[in-house]
């Protein structure tokens, strides 16, 4: 394990994926070597090896061997299909919120086309790669990979490869929330847990990480009048993506830490915000400059291997 860590910090360092100067931009951090890096980091026990062949990107997971074909993940006898699949996005996440500011007409009409292509052209991105990360081909392959826990006592059913995260998570916060009177409100509030389900992102043609156990939702009993989800605002809200952080349903910062230290991000920081979820999705991360440290839980007192955001070294 220790070796393989060690493996992949290496390729890390030598492509220019952890920070570095200030200057380093999110483009240079997302070249091919840098990404299939940011994979190899973050499953070092999944991931076999990463090739360069030329200018041709492999990645190995088990038997299987997928090419970066232009920001796709393809197996090779779909190699000449780019044109059927939607690149993978490999967005900025940074530890802060980022800003919501009052876009300017240009801003504005580009945010709007952007919107537009969406709703005309949904992404389909190819499967593959995370069905062999996760070790699943189809419905039933993937139920059996799940299994049935509890979390703030209510039934979840989630990955089996992430059973000990959820259960680290729910112990800090537990502890956390003896102490901190918001957590434990939003915590109580709290009153279904989603996890696994077989299905694709809404209005898109694309396997939702519910599909594979590595997502759960949290929903509250009410989110008194605030957005939850940018489809949801959106039946009446046509500015959604606007929506001060004030107006939206939010977790306590230290309910989305807890997450984001055990490779979890989190939908409300994305553009399509989804405040109530979280996906296990440690190569964002990792393409973002965050980096695996073991440190002392300074609640539980116990030393863990999490994950620190650029500039928290």
Known sequence: MKKALLTALIICVASGLLPAESGETAEARRTPQAVLSA?????????????DVGDDW???????????????????????????????????????????????????????????????NPPRRHP???????????????????KTTFMFGHKLTIHRDLLDELAAIEEELVARAAGDRELRAYVESIRNVEGYSWRRIA???????????????????SAGGKGIYWLWRKEFDPQWYLLPYANRHMPPASFVEAFEKRGFVWGG????????HFEFRPEILAVNGWLREERQNPVTGVVETIWVPPGDF
């Open 58 to 120: 492999t990645i190995e997971i088990g038997d299987s061997i997928f090419l970066w074909s232009e920001g796709r993940f393809l197996p090779e006898d779909l190699s000449a299909s780019v044109s059927v699949y939607t690149a993978h996005p490999f967005y900025s996440y940074a530890g802060e919120l980022p800003p919501i500011v009052e876009p300017s007409a240009e801003r504005k009409q580009q945010l709007e086309e952007r919107i537009n292509n969406r709703e005309k």
């Open 269 to 276: 920081k994305w553009f399509y915000y989804d405040t109530m």
């Open 203 to 221: 209005e898109t043609g694309s396997l939702s990480y519910h599909s594979y156990g590595a997502a759960v939702d949290f929903l509250p009993g």
């Open 128 to 146: 593959g790669i995370y069905n062999a990360i996760w070790r699943i081909e189809n419905e039933t392959t993937a139920w059996n990979q799940a």
């Open 39 to 51: 994979f190899l980091y973050a499953y070092p026990e999944k991931i076999g090896r990463i090739i």
